[in-house]
């Protein structure tokens, strides 16, 4: 069974810091990858998602992700980060073979923006 | 383009009852999947409708049904409610059953 890891439940920048919330999943086979954020009182938006090619990818808002295979993760970034991302990050994973149309979630990082 | 629209938004309900959710998927989708997001946690998978047929199913039991109707809007049904079904209940749609999910507000269940 796929399962995914996010290392940090709740990270706290100050605005203009930079980055990055690590995502890490178990499973063999080829995958697709995504980001979704909850922004408070919002409902689950897509951030951006890895289905093949380019391993680093671009989203809304500046965001971006690098999938590195050899290392199962898939870690979302962004330069610089603003109030308005205060929100709750989900990475997901779903794989490519038979039967592989659920999303698995990871527990969430809160993310708190300091103006 | 109409997103995905749920129904009601927010529902108290006392154990041992029977509860219906419902949603509408986004304008051209024809796959609805539900997913139950508890207090802390990240949404986890209960089950897929692909053109009106269960496409798979998560590790939850089988008081937890579905529907999906021809215009592709789809239902959760679960029976015997316990306190542990207190949740988020959240629906997406995709255009077929591996592409893309787009989620819809979620319905807010309290079980007392």
């Known amino acids: 069974a796929q399962s995914v890891s996010q290392h940090n439940h709740h990270v706290i920048l100050s605005e203009a810091a930079s980055l990055e919330l690590g995502c890490n999943y178990s499973?063999?086979?080829?995958?697709?990858l995504f980001w979704y954020v909850q922004y408070p009182g919002q409902h689950l938006q897509l951030l951006l998602k890895y289905f093949s090619g380019d391993p680093l990818v671009k989203g809304i808002k500046g965001f971006e992700a690098e999938f590195i295979k050899s290392k199962f993760s898939f870690n979302l970034r962004k330069p610089s980060v603003q109030w308005s991302d205060t929100a709750e990050y989900f990475c997901a994973v779903t794989s490519s073979g038979a039967g592989s149309y659920q999303l698995t979630f990871g527990k969430g990082t809160k993310l708190s923006v300091i103006p | 383009e109409t997103g995905v629209t749920q129904s009601p938004t927010h529902l108290i309900k006392t154990r041992g009852q029977q509860v219906t959710l419902r949603c509408s998927s986004q304008?051209?989708?024809?796959?609805v999947s539900w997913y139950q997001q508890a207090l802390g946690q990240g949404p986890q998978f209960i089950f897929q409708?692909?053109?009106?047929?269960?496409?798979g199913r998560g590790n939850f039991p089988p008081r937890f049904s579905g529907l999906q109707f021809p215009n592709y809007s789809s239902e959760l049904n679960v029976n015997a409610l316990e306190l542990d079904d207190s949740a988020l209940y959240l629906c997406?749609?995709?255009?077929?059953?591996?592409?893309?999910?787009?989620f819809g507000p979620g319905t807010r269940l309290l079980v007392l």
């Open positions: 499973y063999g086979g080829t995958v697709n």
């Open positions: 409708y692909y053109r009106e047929e269960e496409n």
């Open positions: 304008s051209g989708h024809n796959t």
């Open positions: 997406a749609s995709s255009w077929g059953e591996r592409e893309t999910q787009y």
